[in-house]
């Protein structure tokens, strides 16, 4: 059994060695700070120390429930998520499919290029185009309007065009790194289907329906479920640096995470921003096991688990 052990253990150490960086990442940057989540459950003095501070028990995340702006910010972050994970993935996988149809390494290689830079800008130059696109006098959408013979418009004082903005900015800058994954699922689809297919006479769309879409279907599945596990998050960058923090726009660009930022900022409380954390990751673990089991009733091999 310890031959058996040591011979396993030589064969695999480059392995081993190759994932321990991996692993000490993992260690430090994701399970060594969960036993921060105290935080939430005490009145943080830092005299004392986490350990030392007086528990609170639920007190700190009666913050986030009896504050008026709960019902807001929490509506804000789950319908804009569910229109970021629809309007990502519609897009991505048309992207995907056109791409596929125009098969060639180099013309993909080259889309796949200009597809993800977007995805690689941080969001301080994202915002710094947004703002060069919607500013007032200068903006470049309101000199398009302008020529048209149409009126500017302030966007940064009117919020009821801002569920449009940053749809269209979440879209321009994910959907380039979600066609890249669909597109490898599409591409490691086994010709001998199309083959098969274009023998009894399938057309495009058909091949794209019968074809195409079953096979991703896995794909689209775990990334969908993966979504749906953060959909109590939001992109902090796209909705406190895209809108400039604008009062006018609060309203409709306030999620959880800037309202708890704004919270900390103003307020200093660490135990509160700790307690909004915890809130966001447990209803997220939540949702990700009920969309787990109902993919799991209807579908059972797509599962996650």
Known sequence: MKKSFRYKLKKYMPIYIMLLPGFLYLLINNYIPMGGILIAFKHMDYSKGILGSDWSGLANFEYLFKTPDAFRITRNTILYNGAFIISTMVMA????????EIWSKRAVKFYQTVLLLPYMLSMIIVSYLAYSFLAGDTGLLNGVLERFGREKVS????????????VIINCWKTVGYSTVIYLASILGIDGELYEAASVDGITKLQR?????????KPTIITILLLNIGRIFYS???????VPMSSGALMDATNTIDTYVYRGLISLGDVAMSSAAGVYQSLVGFLLVLCANWITKRYSSENALF
């Open 235 to 241: 992109d902090f960058g796209l909705f406190y640096q």
């Open 93 to 100: 996988i048309i992207f995907a499919i056109l791409l596929s």
């Open 208 to 216: 794209i329906r019968y074809i195409m879409l079953p096979m991703i």
């Open 155 to 166: 966007w940064y004082s009117r919020p009821e065009y801002w569920p449009f903005i940053l």
